[in-house]
T-cell receptor
């Protein structure tokens, strides 16, 4: 069964460093998402991506964040200068098409900023 | 904006007990409703969904009915098992455009033998 994969599973970084979180969505999907979950809190929407551009972003997704689909298979989230409060689990999700509303989630990347 | 209010946890039940986790929502239009489950150390998995009023989603013995009149989507299971121990998230998508998910706070369920 096709699945969304994410790498790395755990990333530790120093405050102020750049990190790139990687995701491989399901191959024929068209919509891509990043969510995050701070420990013990709810899952929050960060950004959605369709047709090679951002379709919506939340207030959390400020200028320090960017997304890219560089090669037609990977979908990356970059945090330019990490802050302590960026420590969270980051989930990638993908969805097949507009009429199919089921999002498939990856296992997540745990980001720890020291 | 859209919001989901979910029953506070944690919830601890004995095996074979009846489970209800309450979920209510606020949304414009006609959202789709979901329950996701997160097992320890894993990502989110779709448990069940309903896309219109009075639809009942069901999977693995869990059920939830889309009640537009009470804006609710309560999760139920008649007889829980130890393997059901997980965190359960109620969520909605508004059906417009990119259809992002709005999640509730999650309810941690622990089943004791």
């Amino acid at each position: 069964e096709p699945e969304v994969t994410q790498t790395p599973s755990h990333q530790v970084t120093q405050m102020g460093q750049e990190v790139i979180l990687r995701c491989v969505p399901i191959s024929n999907h068209l919509y891509f998402y990043w969510y995050r979950q701070i420990l013990g809190q709810k899952v929050e929407f960060l950004v959605s991506f369709y047709n090679n551009e951002i379709s919506e972003k939340s207030e959390i997704f400020d200028d320090q964040f960017s997304v890219e689909r560089p090669d037609g298979s990977n979908f990356t989230l970059k945090i330019r200068s990490t802050k302590l409060e960026d420590s969270a689990m980051y989930f990638c999700a993908s969805k097949g098409g507009r009429g199919n509303n089921e999002q498939f989630f990856g296992p997540g990347t745990r980001l720890t900023v020291l | 904006g859209n919001s989901v209010t979910q029953m506070e946890g944690p919830v601890t039940l004995s095996e074979e007990a009846f489970l209800t986790i309450n979920c209510t929502y606020t949304a414009t239009g006609y959202p789709s409703l979901f329950w996701y489950v997160q097992y320890p150390g894993e990502g989110l998995q779709l448990l069940l969904k309903a896309t219109k009023a009075d639809d009942k989603g069901s999977n693995k013995g869990f059920e939830a009915t889309y009640r537009k009149e009470t804006t609710s989507f309560h999760l139920e299971k008649g007889s829980v098992q130890v393997s059901d121990s997980a965190v359960y998230f109620c969520a909605l998508s508004d059906g417009f455009g990119n259809e992002k998910l709005t999640f509730g706070t999650g309810t941690r369920l622990t089943i004791i033998p």
